[in-house]
């Protein structure tokens, strides 16, 4: 298994729901990714879990709530979110934080299209 | 300044065409040099990666690295209609805690 699995592709969700972002991964890839998407943009990096510790919390606003239950999954929890938020969110992994040699670059997931209302 | 820079496009080329797709950066620490093609609604996969300067090649495509120049590029030899896709550049320290992506470059190819 090659892939990043991110469920649900498409979300669209109220400003005062609370909703889950799902990232699930087999390759044994020890470090997982969340970033966000803007339309015409590139990827901004929003949090980097290493070993199922949050490395890098990239100065994201606490409607954000990221989780790493274990070394394969990835959540992001969303609450009270705003319409500037709507984005495609996107989860990624490599073999380590630092990885360098023939596997060195992510794998990123199909990601999550979210609109919030 | 950015740390990566990318021109946007769009670029457009017929079926068949050589494409060249460029970065520029600025930090000269960058060691790791990566390319990435996204097509529309998807996440980015990576089609190639080098270490420091030189050019790997792969199939249709070859990466270059000139890190005197602080320039990396993309060429898409016979490129196809399923070639269409943004390509984004994106690059790292020794340390690669931190990847920086470049815009992206839209590209269509025409049948």
């Known amino acids: 298994d090659t892939e990043v699995t991110q469920t649900p592709k498409h979300l669209v969700m109220g400003m005062t729901n609370k909703k889950s972002l799902k990232c699930e991964q087999h390759m044994g890839h020890r470090a997982m990714y969340w970033y966000k998407q803007k339309a015409k943009k590139p990827p901004e990096l929003m949090f980097v879990y290493s070993y199922e510790k949050l490395s890098i919390n990239e100065s994201v606003p606490s409607r954000f709530s990221p989780e790493c239950p274990n070394s394969s999954l990835l959540n992001l929890h969303l609450h009270a979110l705003q319409p500037e938020d709507s984005a495609l969110y996107l989860c990624a992994s490599s073999q380590d934080w630092w990885a360098g040699g023939d596997n060195y670059g992510y794998t990123f997931g199909s990601g999550t299209r979210l609109t919030v209302v | 300044q950015k740390e990566v820079e990318q021109d946007p496009g769009p670029l457009s080329v017929p079926e068949g065409a050589i494409v060249s797709l460029n970065c520029t950066y600025s930090?000269?620490?960058?060691?790791?040099f990566m390319w990435y093609r996204q097509y529309s609604r998807k996440g980015p996969e990576l089609l190639m990666y080098?270490?420091?300067?030189g050019n790997k090649e792969d199939g249709r495509f070859t990466a270059q690295v000139d890190k005197s120049s602080k320039y990396i590029s993309l060429f898409i030899r016979d490129s196809q209609p399923s070639d269409s896709a943004t390509y984004l550049c994106?690059?790292?320290?020794?340390?690669?805690?931190?990847?920086?992506f470049g815009t992206g470059t839209s590209l269509t190819v025409i049948p």
């Open positions: 080098t270490y420091s300067s």
């Open positions: 930090n000269s620490a960058f060691q790791y």
């Open positions: 994106a690059m790292s320290t020794n340390t690669g805690n931190q990847f920086y």
